[in-house]
């Protein structure tokens, strides 16, 4: 994003001030009208501008991030609305000549909201490119070095590349990921205007740097950006604000968060806008439903990584009703989970997932309660194959513990800790069973760091299992096992964006289990390394406060 001293066209025609951010100037995104544009000018994307005076960080308590208190819950018969509110695959992707007219495609963008009949998903353009080297046993200082994370520099936002011809390394997907990025790069000179290619290219540095396995999903990165720049400028308009906010995020820790909060404010009242419009003709109203969470995708995924806890869960609650009516579930029944996953539908599946997690990690009730047998036709082995259904790809966590999180947390809020002695053997057995699950790579260190995330999500399903559905504390012998585990195969893996980035989320429960001073300090000294921990005001930046916090208040307890 850059400003001049030209207003843009439309600005100048209506006789109002212009705030000359470029390429869209954010006051006609703000009256709902379409930018025409600077006239007699080129914009380059090679860089965005340079790093504004940050805002002052507010201080959090504990109480301010996020109500912890559980909520009450409606009966488990009514699912109607949400609780709330009463409450790679080694296969190989299209070659690059799929894409050579992709160019000429991106004409017209499509309004927000715009009947489509394809999920929203962000196109995956690059891929991971972790080097190998040797494991160190304690944590970088923070920031992580560009070269921990690959050829992005974090700190000039600016795309670097390799030193070396790295796509001689890779698969042939991998190294069809890398060509498209660079014809992209390139293509902006020939088309009339560069949105797309900054589009492109800042989509790509979001799912490069923070998506678990993105090489899954490039199968349908033509199919979602056709299908995204295809209608109106509402649309063009919200993927250029995420892309502002990408290219902020993902430059360094001292981002303003202008452009997301803008967007935050234009997506809530389009959530409000769905939900009002909704009738007593279900099949009218989950078309509507789907159309409003096939946006949702970027803008949640986004939210989990630089917004307080406080508006994800706001988030959360808003997109509820929505996400409910886009089930094909009646309304008398459950969601049920194992078929919502088994079928592609990203913005549903997504919401699902973190609605789950969030839940299993901050011991807040879900908003819904998912029903978690496996219905006719779906079998649990589905979620085991390398390219099967589910979102592994999106946080490393194996479908069939996701669903195990999901009986856990209904259980959790029916019995607290009073679980049946069999339900806990059987829950142990079905965690033991849960497969890890790596995608063919050439980069032993990658498929290494995959396996990591994935076997501590199994020793977290663990701790949850014995220090909540049990109500045992960290200093019982199940749990003490089960962190030995973890803090074995921890200590024993290179500090990276993988593993350490997938290990965000379920830090709290990790942190709740942790008792050596040594082994806290040294798992805070990792997440603070992480530009997503170490500016505050994020989740997980709050995720470690909240750790000191619970470690003081057991001191305090202690007497020491």
Same mark, same amino acid.
């Given at each position: 994003m850059s ?15 212009c ?89 017209? %963008? #499509? *309004?927000?909201?715009? $009947? /489509?009949?394809?999920?929203?998903? !962000? ?5 991971? &490119?972790? +080097? ?7 944590? %970088? #200082? *923070?920031?992580?070095? $560009? /070269?921990?994370?690959?050829?992005? !520099? ?5 795309? &670097?590349? +390799?030193?070396?011809?790295v ?51 490039i199968p ?6 056709v ?47 769905t ?24 803008f949640?995924?986004v ?52 609605d ?15 029903d ?8 649990e ?23 195990l ?9 029916e019995?607290?800790?009073?679980v ?40 977290v399903?663990?701790i ?38 997938f ?28 530009p ?12 470690i ?14 007497g020491?």
């Amino acid at each position: 994003m850059s400003r001049s001293g030209d207003s843009c066209t439309t600005c100048v025609a209506r006789r109002r001030k212009c705030d000359r951010v470029r390429p869209l100037c954010r006051h006609c995104a703000r009256d709902g009208v379409e930018c025409g544009g600077y006239s007699g000018s080129k914009i380059s994307i090679r860089g965005v501008s340079g790093p504004r005076k940050s805002r002052a960080a507010l201080p959090i308590s504990l109480n301010d991030v996020i109500d912890f208190v559980p909520s009450g819950l409606v009966s488990a018969g009514n699912y109607s609305e949400p609780l709330w509110a009463s409450n790679i695959s080694s296969s190989e992707p299209g070659t690059p000549s799929e894409w050579s007219n992709v160019g000429n495609v991106f004409s017209s %963008p #499509a *309004p927000y909201l715009s $009947p /489509t009949s394809h999920p929203s998903l !962000d196109p995956l353009l690059a891929i991971n &490119l972790q +080097p190998s080297v040797p494991i160190p046993r304690q944590a %970088p #200082a *923070p920031p992580y070095r $560009p /070269t921990d994370i690959g050829p992005f !520099d974090e700190v000039t936002r600016t795309f &670097l590349p +390799p030193k070396k011809d790295v796509r001689k390394s890779m698969t042939p997907g991998q190294g069809t990921a890398i060509e498209l990025i660079l014809r992209i790069r390139m293509m902006h000179k020939k088309v009339k205007s560069n949105t797309l290619p900054f589009v492109l290219q800042s989509y790509a540095l979001w799912m490069r740097q923070f998506l678990f396995e993105p090489i899954r999903i490039i199968p349908l990165a033509k199919e979602y950006t056709v299908e995204e720049y295809s209608g109106g400028p509402a649309n063009r308009w919200r993927m250029v604000t995420i892309s502002n906010a990408v290219r902020a995020i993902t430059g360094s820790t001292g981002y303003t968060l202008e452009d997301l909060e803008i967007l935050h404010s234009n997506m809530h009242r389009g959530f409000a806008v769905t939900f009002s419009n909704f009738g007593k003709d279900r099949a009218a109203d989950r078309i509507n439903a789907l159309l409003a969470m096939s946006t949702t995708y970027e803008f949640i995924s986004v939210s989990v990584k630089v917004l307080p806890l406080s508006k994800l869960v706001k988030t959360m609650q808003a997109v509820a009703p929505i996400f409910r009516r886009g089930c094909p579930d009646p309304d008398d029944r459950p969601v049920n989970l194992p078929s919502l996953l088994s079928n592609i539908n990203v913005g549903l599946e997504y919401y699902a997932t973190v609605d789950v997690l969030l839940s299993a990690v901050i011991s807040r009730p879900m908003n819904f309660r998912y029903d978690t047998t496996y219905a006719s036709g779906v079998y649990e082995s589905i979620f085991d194959l390398e390219n099967g259904p589910g979102t592994r790809w999106v946080y490393g966590v194996p479908d069939r513990l996701l669903i195990l999180f999901a009986r856990m947390n209904t259980l959790l809020e029916e019995f607290g800790s009073c679980v049946d002695s069999r339900m806990i053997r059987d829950l142990e057995m079905e965690i033991k069973e849960a497969k890890s699950i790596v995608v063919a790579s050439t980069d032993p260190s990658l498929a290494i760091g995959r396996m990591v995330v994935q076997e501590c999500w199994r020793q977290v399903a663990y701790i949850y299992l014995y220090m909540g559905l049990c109500g045992a504390d960290s200093h019982d012998a199940r749990a003490l096992r089960v962190h030995g585990d973890f803090m074995e195969i921890f200590l024993r893996t290179k500090p990276g964006r993988i593993p350490d980035s997938f290990l965000v989320f379920p830090l709290p429960t990790l942190g709740i289990a942790t008792r050596h001073p040594d082994d806290q300090e040294l798992l805070k000294r990792r997440m603070l390394a992480l530009p997503e921990c170490a500016r505050k005001g994020t989740a997980g930046n709050q995720f470690i406060r909240m750790l000191e916090y619970v470690r003081l208040a057991s001191l305090y307890v202690a007497g020491v």
